[in-house]
């Protein structure tokens, strides 16, 4: 049974630092691209950050510079550290396999991210 816990959000300040941990069990996840998505009420669930098995990253255009995807497959735990944190940062945040262009699992609880002064 596949199973995304996602932990780490909470509330910070604009301009403030967090970072997200995703726990995965249930599949190969040595073998899997992982990927951080939000989705923020009314609005389509959205990539955020990918990385491939090997490590390589890709980052959506709005995250690029503030936000590094890092994995642990000793662990299974994918990582999402995030800085320079905005207002429109503000969403639950959610792990998953990222296979054809969307999350492979259901989809696990999420973490909420709320940045605001």
């Known amino acids: 049974q596949v199973q995304l816990v996602e932990s780490g959000g909470g509330l910070a300040q604009p301009g403030g630092s967090l970072r997200l941990s995703c726990a995965a069990s249930?599949?190969?996840?040595?073998?899997?691209?992982m990927a951080w998505y939000r989705q923020d009420p009314g609005k389509q669930r959205e990539l955020v950050a990918a990385i491939t098995s090997g490590g390589g990253t890709d980052y959506a255009g709005s995250v690029k510079g503030r936000f590094t995807i890092s994995r642990d497959n000793a662990k299974n735990t994918v990582y999402l550290q995030m800085n320079s944190l905005k207002p429109a940062d503000t969403a639950v945040y959610y792990c998953?396999?990222?296979?054809?262009?969307?999350?492979?699992?259901?989809w696990g609880q999420g973490t909420q991210v709320t940045v605001s002064s």
């Open positions: 249930g599949f190969m996840f040595n073998f899997a691209v």
């Open positions: 998953n396999v990222h296979l054809l262009g969307r999350g492979r699992y259901p």
